[in-house]
């Protein structure tokens, strides 16, 4: 497998980029030199002059060969492959989310046009060098600072999903995203607070600040006819890709060019060249995609069960992700997947419903389990009914804990029953929220274990274990289509069965982990080893943890 590894790794190396890599490349530009633009009117909060040399550093960099080759190559190559990527797109049902990036990527370009020809234009052509006062003041007098607004916020909302859709499988980027989330969101806030300040800082001045010498009115007109030819240039392309998807259709379907896609439950026929997460989104069939369809996570994949012959074999982005996850030879990836032939397909991931298809995916949950240790001696205690009494009193009181904190039961039944809160936005909450919901428990199996002692002088043994950390909840369909049950895997549910063992050693009790008490910001003090309530802290050292599910 490590040889496999490095020599794909060594293939990488040596082949072009694909069109994934220059996507994310030429985007990370154009991103970074947006940024730079809010950055630099979030200067206008500290003085016009401040945001003046910041536009001095900027210009320096964007403005000189390097810079501008950079710049543009990645402008023209990004909206080169966005509409590919609309050309080849064979169905336009998909997640809101990619509906929406895909939505602002293309009238992206019509703002940046006309920012290019009133900025670069009129600089190249003309000699045009104003400063930022004649470019705040002239904005804000020809009523043309909402477009200035305009211009960048479709840009930074398209480059924020498109970074989460790159990034987003990551353990890092999801334990980063509280911070992210207040710098994606504070940022554009402070460029338009420095924008509006820098225009009272101008109208300050008497007689008003003017740096520039203007432009002639023949000058103006010449960038403005440029300007209105390059929109509808674009705005042609585009029309074009559309259309061109619209011609492709009517062929394939003039000539038959049809496949078969068979899955578990129904079958349907698509055009030919299709993929399979095409096909499942073109016929409502809910199919779990984390990344969109770029090869990425991996949540897609299938097993094909028959036609696989019929299939080119993984190449590419595809064929690093399978190797990563470490995929049998029937496992392909339903995004990149385009069979030639009938093929029946398997999806891995099980869900089948949209409402739970986007838990296929690893988050960090706050884990409450509640386990019926020596369950033998009890039974060998109580009559077969009086122990089915005393189960449904116990998971009862665990489901109402649960509910009550606003947690998700997984399980219930025999010796133990499981719930997860999930904190992928608010990891300290889920946490809060599971020791509340532990206490709660606690609180009635101590009551239930009284009525024990007193009705039939019998002891009942519960241990009650919390943790957090990663698990991925796969919502996985039984032999019935309204049949479904929660599997939930992961190092997180790995770290749990270490607290499970050690508290099935101490015959019951409540045992929290470290991990859990730091999350939920308690003081670890208060969780010592009480002899009333037998609670123990459970410090978890993994240092083989396993790597993350994709």
């Not at 225009?199 to 002639?216: K, S, T």
């Not at 385009?338 to 960090?364: F, I, Q, Y």
């Not at 069965?497 to 099935?504: C, N, P, V």
Request: glycine share 8%.
């Amino acid at each position: 497998m490590a040889a496999a590894r490095f020599a794909l790794a060594a293939r990488k190396r040596l082949a072009w980029p694909s069109r994934r890599d220059l996507r994310f490349v030429t985007g990370l530009v154009l991103f970074t030199y947006l940024t730079g633009h809010l950055v630099n009117h979030a200067l206008g909060l500290i003085s016009l002059a401040a945001a003046e040399a910041g536009l001095d550093i900027a210009t320096s960099f964007w403005q000189s060969p390097a810079g501008t080759l950079l710049l543009y190559g990645s402008a023209l190559t990004h909206m080169g492959l966005a509409l590919d990527a609309v050309y080849q797109r064979r169905t336009l049902r998909m997640p809101f989310r990619d509906l929406l990036r895909i939505a602002l990527g293309l009238n992206l370009p019509v703002l940046l046009i006309a920012h290019a020809a009133s900025t670069r234009l009129a600089m190249e052509a003309y000699g045009y060098n104003p400063f930022y006062a004649d470019v705040v003041r002239d904005l804000w007098q020809q009523g043309h600072q909402g477009r200035q607004f305009a211009i960048l916020a479709p840009g930074w909302i398209h480059g924020c999903l498109g970074l989460n859709a790159a990034f987003g499988r990551h353990k890092w980027w999801r334990d980063s995203m509280p911070i992210l989330f207040g710098v994606f969101l504070v940022l554009p806030i402070l460029s338009a607070l420095g924008f509006v300040d820098m225009h009272r800082e101008i109208v300050r001045f008497d007689p008003p600040m003017h740096n520039g010498d203007g432009l002639a009115q023949a000058n103006i007109a010449a960038i403005a006819a440029w300007r209105d030819r390059a929109v509808d240039i674009y705005l042609a392309l585009v029309a074009l890709a559309f259309l061109a998807r619209l011609v492709r259709w009517a062929i394939e379907r003039s000539r038959g060019a049809v496949v078969e896609v068979s899955y578990p439950t129904r079958s349907v026929r698509v055009p030919r060249g299709w993929s399979v997460l095409e096909a499942s989104r073109a016929n409502l069939i809910a199919h779990p995609s984390a990344c969109g369809g770029r090869a990425r996570c991996s949540t897609c994949r299938v097993r094909v069960t028959a036609g696989l012959e019929h299939c080119a074999p993984a190449s590419g982005d595809e064929a690093a992700t399978l190797l990563r996850i470490a995929a049998p030879s029937d496992v392909r990836l339903a995004c990149q997947l385009r069979p030639n032939a009938p093929v029946s397909v398997v999806p891995l991931l099980g869900a089948r419903d949209a409402s739970v298809a986007a838990m296929a995916r690893e988050e960090t949950y706050a884990i409450l389990f509640v386990d019926l240790i020596a369950r033998e001696e009890l039974a060998r205690a109580l009559l077969p009914q009086d122990l089915q009494w005393v189960l449904s009193g116990l998971y009862r009181a665990f489901d109402e804990a649960v509910r009550g904190a606003g947690g998700l039961v997984l399980h219930v039944g025999q010796e133990h029953a499981s719930a997860v809160f999930a904190g992928a936005r608010d990891v300290e909450r889920a946490s809060r929220r599971c020791l509340a919901a532990a206490r709660a428990l606690q609180s009635r199996v101590g009551q239930i274990g009284q009525g024990l002692d007193r009705h039939w002088r019998a002891a009942m043994h519960i241990a009650i274990t919390a943790h957090v950390g990663p698990v991925l909840l796969d919502p996985v369909e039984l032999s019935k289509p309204d049949s479904r049950i929660v599997v939930a895997v992961g190092p997180g549910v790995d770290d749990m069965d270490l607290l499970r063992e050690l508290a099935a050693q101490r015959r019951g009790g409540l045992v929290v982990s470290e991990t859990l008490l730091a999350s939920a910001r308690e003081n670890p003090d208060a969780w010592g080893e009480p002899a009333d309530a037998h609670a123990l802290r459970a410090r978890i050292d993994r240092i083989d943890a396993p790597a993350p599910i994709q």
